[in-house]
């Protein structure tokens, strides 16, 4: 948001108080650059970024819970996965040393 200035009234407030034209201008300098400035309004305060970092901490948690159940789970799966195969080798050497005799 950038705000309008009269220059021109302020300059003569700054000379009226005792001021030199060279103060004067450097003084309206600055201020014509700080009208200028961006509009932080819309930025983030320390509330906002709590906020925010509350709520990451909070779905980091859920998505840690998450991949542990899912890791959990596929360890049984691959578990499972190898006994099967090891049942069915384990058979497969039976039928063999059978049929072998």
Do not use: C, N, Y
Request: aromatic fraction near 2%; avoid cysteine; hydrophobic fraction near 50%.
């Amino acid at each position: 948001m950038t705000m309008a200035f009269d220059t021109h009234a302020a300059a003569k407030a700054f000379e009226r108080a005792g001021f030199t034209e060279a103060q004067v201008e450097a003084l309206i300098d600055v201020t014509r650059q700080t009208t200028l400035l961006p509009d932080v309004s819309t930025l983030a305060t320390k509330a906002d970024l709590l906020d925010v970092k509350t709520g990451l901490a909070a779905d980091i948690r859920t998505s840690v819970a998450d991949l542990r159940a899912e890791i959990a789970t596929a360890k049984v799966q691959a578990i499972t996965v190898i006994l099967s195969g090891m049942a069915v080798i384990t058979a497969l050497g039976t039928v063999l040393s059978k049929l072998m005799r």
